[in-house]
């Protein structure tokens, strides 16, 4: 009897039990909300560290004086006037080499300024802070500039500016821009797109519509599944051995006439970026297929369609919203992947933009990946800029997928 | 004949394992055909520098082991936790800022979050534990960016797990007076379990195959060594940083690749596998 009568406490001892355990599920119950508080904490202190990382005061010094080669300050000059400093300051050889890339009369007023900053100023960081540091301790960093770098300069900088956007590579920091890595991340996607897309619908409506129920039809669907979660850089491994390399004539042009290059193209690249997001874009449109109401494709076949009349004109077109969902996350995903990119042979330094499949190329994470394991500050700071660029293309997109996808579910 | 195309379209997909299989086993095997090559050195010493001819893979195995086993115990616990919050105590209107925000998460580009264990997260451990202990690259940060990478998964794929549980076995207990911390943890945690198995699985074989954030943040070098504070490369940052650089076709550094290559392959391929075949073994039927 006093068994029971311990395990079913009564009285005072059964209300002191209760409040103990409804003390532990208010504490189980802050301990799952704090899990999930840090996970929003570390996404704050992620973009608080990319925004922190692309403004703040940079300690700069030149080489040569501005006042020296111009009396008046070098932002007021205009086109010619920046020519003649330009040509009374760097030998004629840079000057005809500059002008084999670019005639100089057609070079813009920017262009000409980031040559002559870049040239002949020779503009060298000493040091950057980053923005949080910028707003609040600048007495201090005052204080450290005409301590250690008496001769330098204190400057509020925003990395992330227009001509980051739009000018092209360059082994200094300060002029470094992000256009040809943009170019080639846009090519790529493209590239991948084009071929990914027909395959993966094409093989997601054989799966749902004509295969039958057998032993070939799982193996096929197990192997997707498992293609979906193949570490990234396996992939990488593939367009080496694949497109690199044995399919080097188709990649590199040689078929088609181009004979400076090698394999390691855009084409292989977006081909190895294509390969990687197949599956992603397989499961979507098969689950875009699957939920197309059977309804619909027992109507048409009760008209007369045949089996591709009903396909083409019912089931595609009310499963276009989730195949589109499926290509933009499957974009996203393309653009965000460095692993493969490197593998395969990504340029990491080049200043052209890519004209055509069989170009060099770089891309936006590669370049990040590059700035941020260079020891300098400065790289860090572009990198940051690099990475909101990256961000807001990524956010763009996915605001796109879920506005398409919301405006043709209405029409269904 | 429009059958025909759409079937090949189907079947490219096995091709692609295949080519796989074929193109990472050929170097590979030419890897271990080489004379220097044996499996006594492969996995018995523990030096990795393949141009010298010090192949032992541990240096590798045991920096991604490592790694991982970090990630897991962020991603895991944590990722459990805001999937029980979610499912079991969540108001629909902060469910629907909270998901957004693990979606969003689980989103961002893995050499953006290699930039924050490299430049944020790398400082603060180095300030708590001093920055002699800590070197700058170091495995400890890369794990705990991992785990942050993968908690969205875990949480998703354990979400959809409780949401599985029919509301009948929780209304039951709840009938008899249980907490409701007693009902997740007693009643629905148990139910979900293939489910949440299933997870666990597939996020070790996401952090044994990233490579971003360990290429950034661990290490340039391969290193044998247990403590997490100091800089070790894994199999893929390996991969990442030998192929970034001037690579010659046919050399034992190229092989030697498609060899990590190979068994990383194999590996996310049987813990894929294996999460799958949990998921069908062991799930509760209801109905």
Redesign the interface.
């Given at each position: 009897m006093n068994q029971i009568k311990d395990k079913f406490p009564e009285g005072d001892s059964f209300r002191s039990e209760l409040n103990g355990?409804?003390r532990?599920?208010t504490?189980?119950?802050i301990?799952?909300?704090?899990?999930?508080l840090?996970?929003?904490i570390?996404?704050t202190?992620?973009l608080y560290?990319?925004v922190d990382?692309a403004f703040g005061y940079t300690a700069y010094e030149y080489k040569k004086d501005p006042a020296t080669i111009s009396s008046k300050p070098l932002t007021e000059l205009n086109q010619q006037e920046l020519l003649d400093v330009l040509k009374a300051n760097i030998s004629t050889g840079a000057y005809k080499k500059l002008n084999n890339e670019q005639a100089m009369e057609t070079r813009s007023q920017a262009d000409l300024l980031s040559l002559i900053l870049e040239r002949i100023i020779r503009i060298e960081t000493k040091a950057t802070w980053s923005l949080t540091q910028s707003l609040f301790h600048k007495a201090e960093i005052e204080a450290e500039v005409a301590e250690k770098y008496p001769d330098a300069k204190l400057e509020f900088r925003n990395w992330l500016t227009f001509s980051f956007l739009t000018s092209p590579m360059s082994s200094r920091a300060e002029f470094a821009g992000a256009r040809t890595a943009i170019l080639g991340s846009l090519w790529l996607v493209g590239i991948a797109v084009l071929f990914a897309l027909?395959?993966?619908v094409?093989?997601a409506?054989?799966?749902q519509e004509?295969?039958p129920r057998n032993f070939l039809t799982s193996?096929?669907q197990?192997?997707?599944?498992?293609?979906a979660?193949?570490?990234?850089?396996?992939y990488?491994?593939?367009g080496?051995?694949?497109f690199v390399?044995?399919m080097e004539p188709f990649t590199s042009g040689k078929m088609f006439g181009v004979t400076d290059s090698n394999g390691r193209t855009i084409l292989a690249a977006g081909l190895t970026m294509g390969?990687l997001v197949?599956?992603l874009i397989?499961i979507n449109a098969q689950e875009a297929i699957k939920a197309v109401p059977d309804s619909l494709r027992q109507a048409s076949y009760g008209v007369g369609a045949t089996k591709?009349q009903t396909i083409w004109h019912h089931i595609l077109p009310n499963s276009i919203a989730g195949i589109l969902t499926g290509t933009i996350l499957a974009i996203?995903r393309a653009?965000?992947?460095?692993?493969p990119l490197?593998?395969v042979?990504a340029s990491?330094f080049i200043t052209v933009d890519p004209n055509g499949p069989f170009s060099k190329f770089t891309a936006l994470?590669i370049q990040?990946?590059q700035w941020?394991?260079r020891a300098q500050s400065e790289f860090?700071a572009i990198?940051?800029s690099a990475?909101i660029v990256?961000?807001v293309m990524?956010l763009s997109l996915?605001a796109t997928a879920i506005l398409l996808r919301n405006r043709f579910q209405r029409r269904l | 004949m429009i059958q025909i195309l759409l079937f090949i379209a189907g079947i490219l997909s096995i091709f692609i394992t295949l080519a796989i299989v074929y193109e990472l086993g050929k170097e590979a095997w030419l890897f271990f055909g080489n004379p220097d090559v044996t499996f006594g050195k492969f996995f018995g010493t523990t030096e990795w520098q393949p141009s010298i001819g010090k192949i032992g893979i541990w240096p590798l195995v045991t920096s991604t082991l490592i790694t991982s086993i970090i990630a897991m115990f962020i991603a895991i616990p944590l990722g459990l936790a805001a999937a029980l919050y979610l499912s079991e105590y969540a108001s629909p209107k902060a469910r629907s800022i909270l998901k957004p925000i693990l979606e969003i998460l689980a989103g961002i580009p893995t050499v953006v979050y290699g930039y924050f264990a490299l430049l944020f997260v790398t400082p603060i451990i180095r300030s708590i534990f001093g920055e002699d202990n800590v070197e700058v690259y170091n495995m400890l940060s890369a794990g705990l960016v991992m785990g942050i990478m993968i908690l969205p998964l875990i949480s998703s794929m354990s979400e959809d797990a409780f949401s599985a549980v029919p509301r009948p076995l929780r209304e039951g207990a709840y009938a008899m007076g249980a907490t409701k911390l007693e009902t997740s943890l007693q009643v629905v945690l148990p139910a979900a379990l293939s489910g949440i198995g299933a997870a666990v699985i597939l996020g070790i074989s996401r952090a044994i195959g990233e490579t971003m954030i360990v290429a950034v943040a661990a290490g340039s070098g391969p290193n044998f060594t247990f403590n997490p504070f100091k800089a070790a490369e894994t199999m893929t940052g390996n991969i990442a940083r030998i192929s970034g650089g001037d690579l010659s076709y046919g050399s034992i550094d190229y092989t030697s690749l498609f060899a990590i290559a190979l068994m990383l392959f194999l590996v996310t391929l049987v813990l894929n596998l294996i999460s799958q075949w949990v998921v069908q073994r062991f799930r509760e039927k209801y109905e």
């Open positions: 355990r409804y532990s599920a504490i189980g119950q301990l799952f909300l704090s899990a999930l840090i996970a929003v570390s996404l202190a992620l560290n990319i990382g027909p395959i993966g094409g093989a409506v054989y799966l004509y295969a193996i096929i197990t192997n997707i599944n498992n293609l979660g193949v570490p990234s850089i396996v990488g491994m593939l080496l051995a694949l390399r044995v390969v197949l599956p397989i591709w996203s653009i965000g992947e460095t692993a490197i593998v042979g990491t994470p990040i990946y941020t394991t860090h990198a940051a990475i990256l961000m990524l996915n | -």
